[in-house]
């Protein structure tokens, strides 16, 4: 009954196991308020499936780990919750907790392995079918502000910002109702509200926002505490985005100095500032600086997370535009590569961040004269655009804005006037980074 709020195919026996931390022997029955309390549960998860095999309610997933339920078996366990409101809200709550317990929780996201993400990316058709149900309960019936703000970074990771900002909406209001708008809690749901601002290129609002978590930050926890720096961080990123070259590099050496302090400089967060400053040492042309810079934020990535990471391939990234602003084409297709490669396999290849990668070697290849390649790469960019995070954002637009210039000088004024039509912001830097 639980399964049949899931998505019907492909669901992952590795969810079920994370979301109920559950061991291979065994044998026990839990409940939502098992659950709730947090106490360790530990059935026999394969003779439950085994079961389920026997009687031809579930079949084989495409994968030997995973089981779909037949579409009729799916829809009667639906229809028969219907007709029963409070097992309803029972199932689905279970169903809800089983999610958020399987994912990562927001603050998990740096120490996340490339698999953990691939997992993330599979499980996204079942966390959709359950926030279904799950949208329609009120909040304080069901206690989960926490697990909604996990989801939401869920989200927000994974590129759906829109998905993303109505979750942290709901545990914000669950937050300051039950907690008040200066708790911890409160204002690290502000700051990540923010974050979305920023990814979909509304950065008056992101400014707005992550004015609101630094102040209550500093008052709340110091102007020296990890959170107050992820905020002090992102403010800068902002600034950098506007072009504001000068005003993000203060807020950067800010944030460097502090995270070199607190948590020292092969942290995570200390690497991830160093990777930003370096696209600012970019984009006033000191190559040299930048590429001294990434080589110390990439060897540090890569021993703290992987050379898989996305964070280390954020990096790989960055490098190659270095080499391709130093006219190395080639180095520079193959750092592109690498990092693509790794994008596609951990991120898939609608997220923003894939996409970016994608931009920027339509841009290498026009760069060197090969337009017939780059309107290749460059129309991939704009589907994937257009798809994850629409016409109207900053990074669509520089699509677009690239477009047009090539079929004007390749002699299609008509092509180019067609999407002119689809030109919305002014000007924004071209090459991107992470």
């Known amino acids: 009954m639980v399964c049949g709020l899931f998505d019907h195919e492909n669901i992952p026996e590795e969810l079920l196991r994370r979301g109920l931390k559950l061991e291979k022997h065994g044998m026990n029955i839990y409940s939502f308020e098992d659950l709730a309390n947090g106490i360790d549960i530990d059935p026999n998860l394969e003779e439950s499936i085994r079961t389920l095999f026997s009687y031809s309610l579930v079949k084989r997933g495409s994968s030997d780990d995973s089981f779909s339920i037949h579409p009729l078996v799916h829809s009667w366990a639906r229809l028969r919750l219907k007709s029963e409101p409070q097992a309803e809200i029972e199932r689905a709550s279970e169903a809800f907790n089983i999610i958020t317990s399987g994912v990562h929780i927001a603050e998990e996201e740096k120490t996340m392995s490339t698999e953990d993400w691939i997992f993330e990316r599979q499980v996204m058709p079942h966390i959709d079918e359950v926030a279904k149900y ?49 708790h911890p809690d409160t204002l690290s749901t502000i700051n990540n509200m923010a974050n979305i601002f920023q990814a979909q290129g509304q950065y008056d609002k992101a400014l707005e926002w992550l004015g609101r978590a630094l102040a209550g930050r500093e008052e709340a926890l110091g102007v020296d505490h990890p959170d107050t720096l992820s905020t002090v961080n992102n403010m800068a990123n902002i600034f950098q985005a506007q072009g504001q070259y000068g005003k993000a590099l203060e807020w950067h050496c800010r944030s460097l100095a502090g995270r070199e302090k607190a948590l020292g400089v092969d942290h995570s967060a200390t690497l991830s500032t160093i990777n930003n400053m370096v696209s600012i040492f970019h984009a006033q042309g000191q190559y040299g600086k930048a590429l001294e810079w990434h080589c110390r934020a990439l060897a540090g990535r890569e021993k703290a997370l992987g050379v898989d990471h996305p964070a280390t391939l954020s990096t790989v990234n960055n490098m190659a535009i270095i080499f391709h602003a130093q ?40 760069t060197q004269g090969q337009y017939d390649k780059a309107l290749e790469w460059y129309e991939r960019a704009l589907a994937g655009r257009e798809r994850s995070i629409g016409t109207n954002h900053p990074s669509t637009q520089v699509t677009i804005r690239c477009l047009i210039d090539l079929h004007e000088r390749s002699g299609q004024p008509e092509r180019a006037q067609r999407l002119r039509a689809c030109l919305a912001v002014p000007n924004s830097p071209i090459v991107q980074s992470h």
């Open 134 to 182: 799950v949208m329609q309960y009120p909040v304080g019936n069901m206690g989960i502000e926490d697990r909604m703000y996990n989801l939401g970074a869920v989200y927000k990771r994974h590129g759906w910002y829109g998905k993303a900002m109505k979750w942290y909406g709901q545990a914000l209001a669950g937050r300051e109702k039950a907690l008040g708008v200066d």
């Open 327 to 366: 006219g190395q084409y080639d180095k520079a297709l193959e750092w592109f590569g690498q990092a693509l490669a790794g994008k596609e396999k951990a991120l898939g290849v609608d997220h923003p961040d894939t996409l970016t990668i994608v931009n920027n070697i339509a841009i290498l290849f026009n």
